[in-house]
């Protein structure tokens, strides 16, 4: 495993299985400090690596370094400085928003009336200082939501684990809680949040790990995803002459309509390109990088259509 002083989390070969199920396999990554987005469909792992980053469970091989402590030999350490956000409702609904949050503060060790004032304090944060003195059972899924993450926050936790946090948020709640996940990094809190919606994270995060069906498929900055050797050329007249010249060098050309895009663009690319419409009296409308989405490279690398 390489040095894991700068890295928030650190993993090297986990692999967990659930009997014959493999969940995690073999996944080794680093995630540095900042937000950064656990990336994948239902049932590619996300929750069970969240699980045992905190000791909640061991996996069947490899090993998880939270915070520079080991999650399987010492599990108080890494959840003494973490957070932890469920997917799944775990509130009380006979206690109100207030007596709960303060609760789950003196469990992380405050003092009762520092747990109080703490909890008071967060709530106001997530949006729910008028709701504090309310049931959670009369809460919506919104204001839930916001309960989970306050609970999860209220004692200044280093790091931060959100498992789906936008679970069941309608677009306005949606954004609202993105907001406050960026708030979280603004503080300087390290967040790492799963969720299968890729726009969420390329607005949120400066670093993704994306997993497909147990397995790594990419861990790195969200930052020059889009940044590829593709150009879109757009050009002024006839399109199937230059297509076909580019074919008869070996190039594989898309078109459509008056754009074409070329993978792998080196230098001759370019020359080819300048004579090739020159040759045929083509103009250049424009000529730019192809950018790519998040969810374009985990198609790509998943092997999805």
Known sequence: MQSVTAAVVATEGLTHNYGEVRALDRVSLEIPPGITGLVGANGAGKTTLLRILLGLIHPTAGRAIVMGHDAMTDPLSVRSRSGYMPENNCLPKDQTAADFVAYAAELAGLPKSEARQRASETLFLVGLEEERFRFLGDF??????????????????????????????????????????????????????????????????????????GHLVRSGPVEGLGDTSNITIELIGHVEPFIAELRRHGLDPTAHDQQVVLANATDEVFDLVRDTTAALGLGILRMTPATRSLEDEFLTRSGGE
Do not use: Y
């Open 140 to 213: 919506s899924t919104g204001m839930a939501q916001r309960v989970k993450l306050a609970q999860a926050i209220v004692h200044g936790p280093e790091l931060v684990l959100l498992d789906e946090p936008n679970s069941g948020l309608d677009p306005v709640g949606r954004e609202q809680m993105l907001d406050l996940i960026r708030r979280l990094g603004a503080f300087g809190i390290n967040v790492i949040f799963s969720s299968h919606v890729l726009s969420d994270i390329e607005e949120t995060c400066q670093s993704v790990v994306l997993l497909d069906g």
